[in-house]
Nanobody
């Protein structure tokens, strides 16, 4: 059984930066993709970013491309999401998830999900 815990959310102003962290356990971390998704009030959960098990590939939603960076430290079983130039429309609960294989970016390609961390952006 996998276990995923996100941290790093908070209240920031538009234009600020924030770094989310996610620690995953219960799986062979270096063999699985990791992803970040988000869900804003009244909206469906959407893909944000994903990273290959060995960091050889990343993918971003168009809405965050150029502002967000996903990275991972396999020695620490941790994946990060660096968010720069935050906008009010980035406000959401951000979820981290473990992949079923070494790569994926669609929600069904992820197996275990965290409880989420709230990111609030004031204008």
């Amino acid at each position: 059984q996998g276990h995923v815990v996100e941290s790093g959310g908070g209240l920031v102003q538009a234009g600020d930066s924030l770094r989310l962290s996610c620690v995953a356990s219960g799986r062979t971390f270096y063999n699985i993709a990791m992803g970040w998704f988000r869900q804003a009030p009244g909206k469906e959960r959407e893909f944000v970013a994903a990273i290959h098990a060995r960091s050889i590939r990343t993918m971003y939603a168009d809405s965050v491309k150029g502002r967000y960076t996903i990275s991972r430290d396999n020695a620490k079983n941790t994946v990060y999401l660096e968010m720069n130039n935050l906008k009010p429309e980035d406000m959401a609960v951000y979820y981290c998830a473990t992949g079923r294989t070494n790569w994926g970016f669609r929600s069904y390609e992820f197996e275990y999900w965290g409880q989420g961390t709230q990111v609030t952006v004031s204008s």
